[in-house]
């Protein structure tokens, strides 16, 4: 822990914590506010069990009683029917992230440890993920201009629990961890087997860090790539020569496949790796696909990145040059129609909002 914070500069910092009530979350917020952080703890009310404000009002209890400042947010409105949790996780983590920015919070923290980075290397082996899959849980990753940090990657679960005992505190159970529909938990439950031959979660967590290692290298070729072969069109809009990408090594190509795609797509993570690979292995014969929320298409040898657009309406030349006139970055010859009426309606619903 001091380590990490010494490393981050954290000390005397203001840091907002995810606190739920777990004794992984409970830990980091005290273990944190004990090294001399200025510890904001914040308790997400998803509103999906008849328990969970009981359990934000205890973890309040918890963090008065050591004066660290606590707030509960709440996640209102409607809960989808499918996909719930992923949709808990993105809303917790946007009403965390909205509190950082309200209240000029640079740093979130949240409390993954050493058995998460296990049980991600091992998920994501199973999904057949990249070296960037591979690397697990970043230590430091920023979303949304806020840094996100992971101070207990390298700490034991069962170490955590002994701290919150020497305390006599008690914390929450999360229903989800005994539930075997998850993958998740039948890997953490399968954890054991590949312990009795050598490979438990220190050796996982080591393995992944040595991916992450390269990760950071792949990732500075990839970003070098981007920069010197990439174009940019209206703010939302990517393209770059396709011969060129396919003829880079394949997990470069990858890559920037999957940065260009998040980024004009507009998320927080990158399409799976099973999408770009079928794109690359087309070669020239891709003609076109939608990923991550943009549309793929090749004209003019390039391959050209937009927004996926729902609307039908047609363009004509005459709505395009009225509506391009005085855009020095648009005066390009040869903008596919596609890429042409993306940028427009692109722009367009910018200006009202």
């Known amino acids: 822990m001091r380590e990490f914070l010494e490393k981050y500069h954290l000390y005397g910092k203001r840091v907002a914590v995810g606190v739920s009530g777990g004794a992984d979350s409970l830990a980091l917020a005290l273990r944190m506010a004990e090294a001399g952080v200025n510890v904001i703890a914040l308790s997400v009310d998803h509103k999906l069990r008849p328990e969970s404000r009981s359990e934000a009002d205890y973890v309040a209890q918890i963090m008065q009683h050591y004066k660290i400042e606590h707030h509960i947010l709440e ?78 990657l390298g700490d034991h679960p069962d170490e955590l629990r002994q701290f919150l005992q020497q305390k006599n505190i008690r914390w929450i159970e999360d229903p989800m961890n005994d539930e075997e529909n998850y993958m998740r938990v039948k890997i953490r439950k399968f954890l054991p087997e590949l312990q009795q031959i050598g490979i438990d979660e220190k050796r996982l967590a080591a393995t992944a860090e040595t991916l992450r290692q390269t990760r950071e290298f792949l990732e500075t070729q990839r970003d070098d790539f981007i920069a010197q072969y990439v174009r940019y069109f209206g703010g939302c809009t990517a393209a770059v020569t396709f011969a060129r990408l396919i003829k880079s090594p394949r997990e470069i190509a990858r890559l920037v496949l999957d940065e260009l ?93």
Request: some cysteine; charged content about 25%.
């Open 75 to 152: 996640w209102s409105g409607e809960k989808p029917t499918s996909g719930l949790e992923a949709a808990a996780r993105e809303a917790r983590y946007g009403l965390m992230l909205d509190f950082c920015h309200c209240h000029d919070i640079k740093y979130l923290a949240t409390g993954h440890h050493l058995r998460d980075q296990a049980e991600t290397f091992l998920l994501r082996l199973l999904r057949g993920s990249g070296v960037i899959g591979l690397s697990g849980i970043q230590p430091c990753i920023r979303r949304d201009g806020i840094m996100i940090i992971r101070p207990q």
């Open 261 to 353: 795609i998040r980024k004009i797509g507009d998320k927080h993570y990158s399409p799976e790796a099973a999408v770009t690979n079928r794109i690359l292995q087309a070669g020239t014969n891709f003609k076109g696909c939608t990923a991550g929320g943009c549309e793929l298409l090749v004209a003019s040898k390039k391959l050209w990145i937009i927004p996926q657009i729902n609307d039908t309406e047609v363009m004509s030349l005459r709505q395009w040059r009225e509506f391009s006139c005085g855009q020095d970055d648009l005066k390009c010859c040869g903008l596919p129609y596609k890429v042409r009426r993306a940028i427009k309606i692109y722009r367009e619903k910018n200006e009202q909002r």
